[in-house]
């Protein structure tokens, strides 16, 4: 039996006829670009989320930049990040002019080391008592947010973080691209920092049928700020406050979500039961560290990564057996030749140089049947009683 990586096919065949006709709607209306359909899932998300405001954008990576422009960060800031995520959070950063500048991860969560932020704020960072004003005392940039990521559909460990980060007066930004609908201590995603982003790229737990992103905040001023710059900084028409940008998301991006929305929690079930088939199943293995159970945080599994042992030869393994795998993600953002001029160098964040040489991603999709777990968990198995 083959096993795809991800099955999106699997998922259209069963709520085919609601799309269709949530598709055809926005179609008859002519409400293409931002819209009704839009405003009526950006009220679903946000109240899924226990936010206040949810503004829809054009993609996770466009949440992310409006997001760090509404909190002011500009050119010669630095923003404060892990160097194990997708490349995105970077680039928006970096399109804000800003500097990305990294804390390494604990290696059992995959996320930001509280510990390691604290001491990256005590240690490398100063606060001017009269301004507020952060500054790296090594760069001499102002430090303007820190962004956590929930990699994997996980939380990091925001409670400290928060503390950390308030201890400074440092606003903090959620990349929850991978996390709709997870929880840290009974609070959602999106819900716990100063603002949340999200995509709804097609293959995350809640995906669009093509780009789509969000903003979520308790925050009016800011979610005001955002709005105005995903459509032209504008505060009434053709009335421009702000330079801004064409951020909007689609109309059908919007009638789609709100479809899918219904569903998510329990798709969200799905992968965790999935999860727990793997991880049940593989528990003997010593090659292979399986994702750390804690009980702060409620997993929604976007990926379910495991550290192994000889990767390169259990992927072709995998291969062989039409079992689809992935690396999340291979090469660290401080080793990318994009961020070359950082100057970061090979051994600068261990933990998260170790993860990306020994993670593999195992199929993971809401649908994945006891049959398919089963055939994945088998098969890597006997590669290692070999
Ligand atoms: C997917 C993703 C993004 C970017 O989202 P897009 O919608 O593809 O722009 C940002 N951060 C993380 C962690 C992601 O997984």
Redesign the pocket.
């Known amino acids: 039996m083959n096993v795809p990586f991800l099955d999106l096919k699997a998922q259209y065949e069963v709520i085919h006829e609601e799309i269709d006709r949530a598709v055809q709607k926005v179609i008859e209306s002519c409400a293409f670009a931002g819209g009704p359909f839009v405003e009526s899932f950006e009220n679903d998300f946000a109240r899924f989320c226990e936010c206040e405001y949810c503004i829809g954008v054009g993609?996770?990576?466009?949440?992310?930049w409006l997001a760090l422009l509404a909190l002011g960060v500009g050119p010669g800031d630095e923003v404060v990040t892990v160097p194990n995520?997708?490349i995105?959070?970077a680039e928006?950063i970096s399109f804000c002019g800003a500097i990305p500048v990294f804390v390494d991860i604990e290696e059992s969560s995959y996320n930001m080391d509280p510990e390691k932020f604290r001491t990256f704020l005590e240690v490398e960072c100063s606060r001017e008592s009269s301004s507020g004003i952060v500054r790296n005392r090594t760069s001499g940039r102002r430090v303007k947010a820190v962004i956590p990521?929930?990699?994997y559909g996980r939380t990091a460990d925001m409670d400290p973080i928060l503390e950390a980060a308030r201890g400074y007066g440092l606003p903090v930004v959620e990349?929850a691209?991978?996390a709709h609908g997870a929880k840290y201590k009974g609070r959602l995603a999106g819900s716990l920092g100063d603002v949340g982003?999200f995509?709804?790229?097609p293959g995350?737990n809640l995906g669009a049928y093509g780009?789509?992103?969000a903003v979520v905040t308790h925050d009016k001023t800011l979610a005001d700020r955002v709005q105005i710059l995903r459509d032209h900084g504008q505060t009434k028409k053709y009335d421009h406050s702000v330079v801004g940008w064409n951020s909007r998301m689609d109309g059908i991006q919007g009638a789609v979500l709100q479809v899918k929305l219904q569903y998510l929690a329990g798709w969200n079930e799905n992968r965790r039961r999935a999860a727990s088939r793997y991880t049940r199943d593989l528990s003997n293995l010593e090659a292979v560290v399986l994702p750390d159970g804690n009980r702060d945080t409620e997993h929604v599994y976007?990926v379910y990564a495991v550290r192994v042992k000889n990767r390169r030869g259990l992927m072709e393994f995998l291969d062989t057996k039409g079992i689809g795998c992935a690396i999340h993600y291979p090469v660290p953002i401080h080793l990318q030749a994009a961020y070359r001029s950082l100057g970061f160098e090979k051994g600068d964040f261990p933990a998260a140089e170790r993860c990306a040489a020994r993670e593999v991603s195992l199929p993971m999709f809401p649908e994945l049947t006891p049959e398919q777990t089963a055939t994945v968990t088998d098969a890597v198995q006997s590669f290692y009683a070999k």
């Open positions: 993609s996770g990576t466009e949440a992310l995520t997708f995105a959070t928006a990521v929930h990699l990349d691209s991978q982003c995509s709804f790229y995350k780009e789509a992103g976007h």
